[in-house]
């Protein structure tokens, strides 16, 4: 029957270099064994080093590929990542406003790796305001999660009231990721979910710099997972195990922040 197969939609920036953005997200998504489609809203010149150049792309660009999404797949969940400024926001919260594509992860990328701004300081009351409530999930890491609290997060108490926040702002399930934690043994993530139970995923901390696009692959994995029937506790625990051996095993390419092994985890037929 025409579109069955499990189809998914990343609605993000590209990263030429290959290891972040919707390049990550695509090749996450064939990892497990979806189809994946994507919006792009700007191009960014990149590499492991950094982000050279950065051009969002117009509303009317955007707009037309969304029509065209929508017009001939059935997408089963997306997510977005790198969002750019204030326009590109708004634009993306009317199209999932209009459009049915599933549960909807927010991944709320801000600052690459290397430091360069993905979103304008001003754009971030609107993702608030107009993405939050439209989200099946929401992915910070610790600074976005401060950006949009207000809570100075250094203890694992204040991740579970930054997460208790975000809720009342109308997430229905979060996930704040802690790579940027400083605990030099484990990566421990908590998540608190819709009904209220809440867990923390701990891994082992890989001493690597090796992390580019730790972000997008977690949320692109999720989202794979949820195109696929499987229920949010069980589709984030899956992306965590995928995420770690990405990281664990390393391969060599670039000369700052490197990609991730996303073949590491294997695949699922
Ligand atoms: N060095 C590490 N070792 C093990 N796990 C890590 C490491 N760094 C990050 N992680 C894990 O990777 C996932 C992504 O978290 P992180 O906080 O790095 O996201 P991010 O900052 O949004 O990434 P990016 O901006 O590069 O896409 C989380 O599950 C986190 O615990
Ligand atoms: C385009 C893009 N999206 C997201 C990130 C964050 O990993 C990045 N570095 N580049």
Redesign the pocket.
Known sequence: MINEFPQTLTIAGSDCGGG?GMQ?DLKTMQMRRVFGATVIVAITAQNTLGVQKAYPLTTEQINAQFASIADDFRIRACKT?MLADIPTVQIVAENLRRYDFGPYVL?P?M???GGAKLLADDAIAEVKRDLIPLCTLI??????TEKLTGIKVEQPEQMKEAARQLQSMGAKNV?V?????NDPD????YVLLADQRDFW?K??????KR?????????SCIVAELAKGKPIEEAIKI??QF??AS??NTIQIGHG?GPLNLWAFGGEK
């Open positions: 972040a990550a990542g991944d990328v600052v690459a790796k992915t910070p890491n610790l600074p976005e996930l990721k802690a790579g940027h934690f484990y990566a421990t993530d995923m891994a082992k901390r890989v001493h690597t992390t580019h696009g730790t972000g997008d692959t977690i949320s992306s965590k995420v770690t990281i664990a922040h």
